[in-house]
Each structure stands twice: as structure tokens, then as C-alpha cells.
């Protein structure tokens, strides 16, 4: 088998990209000119319409078709609501994740990424159209749920990851995941460079979904302080807490983050915590800089972050760096490197 083909998964021939790197659709971070730009490279990006309105979407999405003539995807956060359905802040966040689901088919965006919950009331729609459905999990037991609902695509989520996360690391998800479904799975969590790229391959996944290494790129709508401080923190700079949503998720730790220990029972269920704090302080974060107050999702891989650079770059040094990786391993051992021919 050629090198390249190595990469050429059965998804990526699917989605009609070249490359198995998918941009995580983030909340307030994956705008249109982030999502472009992956696409342009290569890779899938993906818009992420977590904080955004009904008109926002839209916009982001018309001018993600100004920049970009290749596919791109839309994040939507799907999530089961546990607080009371008659809360006045549930029923318009609720409804407004319904408009955010309408104007996604409206615009006939070809894959539509779950961040949380289980989208299966899209799927009968989804596939009518040619949908392609991908939902994250963080365990084996919640993909086969997503298996059996009619998800397309697996994108199981190691603890490493950056923004709402589960208990299991990603080396030891993403085989697990694996065995259990047929669907193609993409792994995430902690993978930041074309080692993980290759690693991600080893263990099965067909490609691989990162986020925070795209939080530090030129295009993310992030403030620089942000874009910066992530290049600053080393693994251990974050933390898992749910005072920004009610639910657990990985910010890098400051004295928002801090000022919530010792008071986790004050934090009140998703989505309300995430419109009377969450939302708030990530706006702070993005638009004032504000690194200490503010709240900024970052996962583990900040460690293997040391610069901001453009998306595409990113995506061609992942590519390169993978490729570099597995002609390594084949030369340590003494085997013949496989081609690098398409
Ligand atoms: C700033 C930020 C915002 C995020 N927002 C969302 C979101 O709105 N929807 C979603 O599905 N995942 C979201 N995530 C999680 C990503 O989709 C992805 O699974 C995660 O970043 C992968 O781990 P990594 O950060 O180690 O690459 C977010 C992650 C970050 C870092």
C-alpha cells in the first residue's frame, strides 16, 4: 500500500476531502474563516454554532460559501436538558437549537456534527437528504446507542479533549469504539500533531477531529491573549469543571475556574449555567481577552502547542509530520518504507 492511501480512509473518499483531519466545530471559536480554511487545506472544517443565533448561522455559513468552494460541516450542540423543560431560559434555548437544526437543512450543509446528546430526531431527515450525520461520545455504551439511532460517523472523545468531556482517555476509547460499531469512527481528545494522526490510524479511528491546536490558529475567532495563552500552558494548565455549563468541561484554569471550587452546588443545570455564566464569560474571553475572568476551553494538547499559525498550515504540517512518523517506524525496524506515490 502507497503512503498516501495509508491516509485515503474510506470517510475521508466519502466526504470528497483529501486529508483525515477534521476541524472541531467550537462554540464561539469556528467561525467561517476558520472552517474555510481547513477546507481549503484539505481537511473538513466545521463551523461551530453553539453561541450563535439563528441570523449568525446563516451568515456564517453564506460566508464560509464566499471562501471556500469544498465541503464543510455544521456543529450543532444537541443536548439532552435535565433542568425544567417550562424554565423560561431552556424553552428559548431549546428553541433556538431547533432553528439552528432548520437553517443547517435550509442551507443543505452536507454533514451535520453533534456536539452533545443524540441528534437521532434529525436522522430520518438527514438521510432522506444525503446527510451525513456525526455525533461525539465519550464511552462505548452511549455509540452504540448512536450506532442504533442511525449516526453516520462515530467521533469518539477521549478525557484530554478541550470543552465538555467524559471519564476515558483517547487511547483507550477509540480501539474500544472501534470493536463496538461498524460505522466509521474519527478519534479526539489530545491530538495535536501528526503522531496523533498516526496514532489515531493504528487504533482504527479513520481520521481524526481536533480542536484546541485549531484555537491557536491565525483564523480561529478567538482573542490573541487566548490564542496566546494556550501557547503559554503546558498539559497540566487545565481543568475539568462545570461552572461553565453544568456540565463537566475541560477550560484552562484561571481564577474563574477557581473561584467555582468549594461551590460546585451552586451550579445549576445545563443550559442554564451556560446562559447565566458560560456564555457570558467565553464572550469575555473572546472579545475583551479576558484571560483570568473569562472562560476558555482548551484540552490537554496545549502542551504540544507552541505557536499560532494559519489553520492550513496546520493541516499540511499534521500531513507531513504523519507521513514523516510512519516512514520512521518502518525504517526503525528495518522494513521497507512504504511508497510515497499516490
Ligand atoms: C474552544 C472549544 C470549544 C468547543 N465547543 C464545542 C462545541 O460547541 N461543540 C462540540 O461538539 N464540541 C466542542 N468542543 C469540543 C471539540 O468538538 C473537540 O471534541 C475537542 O476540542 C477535541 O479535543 P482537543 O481539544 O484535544 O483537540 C470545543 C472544544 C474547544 C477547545
Redesign the pocket.
Known sequence: MTLERIFQTPIVARLGIKYPIFQ???????HAELAAAVSNAGGLG?I????MSARELREQIHRCRDLTDRPFAV???FAEVKADPKNATVVRYASNVQKLIDITFEEKIGVI????GNPAGIIPAAHRDGVVVMS?CGNVKQARRLEASGVDVI?A??H??????GRIG?MTLVPQIVDAVRVPVLA?????DGRGLVAAIALGAEG????????ASVEAF?HANYKNKIVEIDEEGTTITRCHSGKPC?LIRNKFTDSWIGREAEIKPFPIQSVEYGFPL?EKARYDGEIEEGG??????AGLIDSIKPAGQIVREVMAQAREAFESCFVARGDAAPSRAA
Open positions: 472541531a466545530g467550537m462554540g464561539f471559536v469556528a466545521c461551530g454554532s453553539g453561541s456543529d450543532i450542540l456534527v453533534s456536539g452533545l461525539l467521533i472523545q477521549g484530554e479533549a478541550g470543552g465538555h468531556t483517547t479526539a481528545g489530545g491530538l495535536a481524526i477531529w481536533m480542536g484546541s491546536r485549531f484555537v478567538a475541560r467565553a476558555m476551553a482548551c484540552g490537554q494538547s
